[in-house]
């Protein structure tokens, strides 16, 4: 028997509105697809990924896409995913597995449903709570995408994760695409300073303080642009009222973000819980100085490249954003650390992790 695993990849998170864990795994799967042209060619021809209908579609040299089933959402994952990759070691990318299977890797990226209950529906908790815990007991392998995570899910899913291997992120994808300056021309803030905050549709990202400490900094003519969801409840919540120095520009793409991190001050991220914390290593890998939280998880990918605050305290990123806005030579310092510190996270040293996880597995399955 051969001690080179046969590779089924979940394509589940094709059917499902893009976020963070979706991005790790379109991002992971396209790395490991450029890896069969390098050091790990061996295992050309030995990686499917298999997907529901009305899959979005991704490019893709070497691995091919095999749509599969009749359902989709959990009975997909569950039932006609394993049972189409039965005899292959299957990857899973984005927090959950099929409970039937045991020769399987699940990333489970964060703790985030457990540590922050009230974010999310009776529904989806009891899911997660009933099936993770499972999965780690089940499976080959539990990996995660940093070190505060897997001391999370230890404690919130009691599970042994002493020795769960740690796969971080990558954040250059942000480069591939062109920057799309149109976006600083449509909405009028060309020539004009201003601050960056993402992911306004999620309370987790404590809009609401990065609101209050703008407003207080009363810098001249400087600007807050926030991306994410239309929602008129987070205006509310977050004190957000109308006004010529803040814009609320909805959802942007990737090119879109790119122009906004090159010509942002910083991007203000005093996020409450994070796993990893993917949009400060974008905005390190575009040159945007960045202020983040002492939350271990952005302590852990950021480092001294960043500037810390505590995440409620207001005046602490004010005096922050003051510091950045008036001081051309701290937002230099910044910059060309963060590039610096971006370049210790790529999707490629994600691919690399994960193909040698299922290497060590079929060797040991073979043996």
């Known amino acids: 028997m051969s001690s080179l695993p046969r590779i089924a990849i979940n394509g589940r998170f094709l059917t499902q509105v893009p976020s963070g864990v979706q991005r790790f795994a379109a991002e992971t799967i396209k790395a490991?697809?450029?890896?069969?042209?390098?050091?790990?060619?061996?295992?050309?021809?030995?990686?499917?990924?298999?997907?529901?209908?009305?899959?979005?579609?991704?490019?893709?040299?070497?691995?091919?896409?095999?749509?599969?089933?009749?359902?989709?959402?959990?009975?997909?994952?569950?039932?006609?995913?394993?049972f189409h990759g039965r005899g292959q070691l299957l990857l899973n990318l984005c927090m959950i597995g099929p409970l039937v299977a045991k020769h399987q890797i699940v990333v489970v990226h964060d703790a985030t449903v457990p540590a922050l209950p009230d974010n999310f529906s009776p529904r989806f908790r009891a899911a997660y709570m009933f099936l993770i815990p499972r999965l780690a007991q089940r499976s080959d392998l539990i990996v995660t995408v940093s070190d505060f995570s897997r001391r999370e899910i230890g404690k919130y899913y009691g599970v042994d994760s002493t020795n769960m291997p740690v796969c971080y992120e990558g954040g250059e994808h942000i480069n591939h695409e062109p920057a799309d300056n149109s976006i600083i021309d449509r909405l009028g803030i060309a020539g004009r300073k201003f601050f960056l905050g993402v992911g306004v549709d999620s309370t987790n990202k404590n809009i609401k303080t990065v609101v209050k400490a703008f407003q207080q900094a009363q810098m001249k003519d400087a600007m807050l642009v926030l991306t994410g969801a239309r929602d008129a409840r987070v205006f509310r919540n977050a004190d957000l009222r109308e006004s010529d120095n803040v814009r609320m520009v909805g959802y942007v793409s990737d090119r879109e973000l790119r122009a906004l991190y090159e010509k942002a001050l910083a991007l203000v991220f005093p996020s409450f819980y994070e796993g990893f914390g993917l949009p400060p290593l974008e905005a390190m890998n575009c040159g945007c100085p960045v202020i983040i939280s002492e939350q271990p998880a952005l302590l852990e990918v950021c480092g001294d490249a960043?500037?810390?605050?505590?995440?409620?305290?207001?005046?602490?990123?004010m005096r922050h954003m003051q510091a950045l806005y008036s001081d051309p030579a701290l937002y230099a310092r910044l910059q060309a650390a963060g590039r610096e510190r971006a370049k210790r996270f790529t999707w490629g040293a994600t691919a690399r992790s994960l193909l040698d996880h299922c290497l060590r597995l079929g060797a040991n399955k073979a043996a």
């Not at 960043?306 to 990123?317: G, S, V």
């Open 32 to 82: 490991i697809d450029a890896q069969l042209d390098g050091d790990y060619a061996h295992l050309k021809g030995r990686v499917e990924l298999l997907v529901p209908k009305d899959s979005r579609e991704i490019r893709l040299k070497n691995i091919p896409v095999r749509q599969v089933g009749r359902f989709g959402g959990y009975l997909w994952e569950q039932i006609e995913f394993p």
């Open 306 to 317: 960043a500037l810390h605050c505590q995440a409620e305290d207001a005046d602490q990123i």
